[in-house]
């Protein structure tokens, strides 16, 4: 048998393979389970799926995220297999009673979701920051990649006031 790699011996190409492939699929079990929704977009198959999201340490907030899954046919004239561009939308909403938790009060907030586009490089990931001053959770979806430090964003918002929420550590104050 040939190498598919000329530079390397058949063991060597298998092992590489193997350790290229061990990282698929992209998607966790748990983010593909959360799949609420998927079409296609373009007669190759590429197409847009919607994940609901629940905010893990804030109870009845569920971000809704979408973001482009690549076909097959784009993946064979490309020649990009292992990469999904890191596109993506949200919306959070209330969808059910609020009880915060014990979360990141800091500006920089806490990463709530975090999704892998490429199998080293490049990921999604959704962070939410305590607005204290109007009572407001934002949750931001962004790209991280190495390469041409990408910057795509959305950003939505959840206002705390009238929601009745319920804070397990207490409210913090305003500063």
């Not at 389970?33 to 907030?61: C, H, M, Y």
């Not at 784009?74 to 993506?88: C, Q, T, V």
Request: glycine share 6%.
């Amino acid at each position: 048998m040939r190498s598919p790699f000329p530079l390397m011996n058949v063991s060597t190409a298998l092992l590489v393979l193997g350790l290229l492939t061990a990282g698929l699929p992209l998607r966790t079990a748990a983010a593909a389970d959360d799949v609420i929704g998927r079409f296609s977009n373009d007669w190759t198959g590429n197409g847009l799926q919607v994940q609901a999201i629940e905010d893990p340490k804030v109870k009845g907030i569920t971000c809704h995220l979408v973001d482009f899954d690549r076909s097959l046919i784009d993946r064979l004239s490309k020649g990009n297999w292992f990469e999904d561009p890191s596109n993506a939308s949200i919306a959070c909403r209330q969808t059910g009673a609020v009880t915060v938790g014990d979360i990141e009060l800091s500006q920089k907030g806490e990463e709530v979701f975090s999704e892998r586009k490429s199998l080293i490089f490049k990921s999604i990931a959704i962070r939410r920051i305590y607005d204290r001053p109007n009572d407001t959770l934002v949750y931001v979806v962004y790209s991280r990649q190495v390469k041409e430090a990408s910057a795509k964003t959305s950003i939505s918002t959840v206002p705390l006031f009238g929601a009745n929420a319920t804070w397990t550590k207490g409210k913090p104050a305003v500063k």
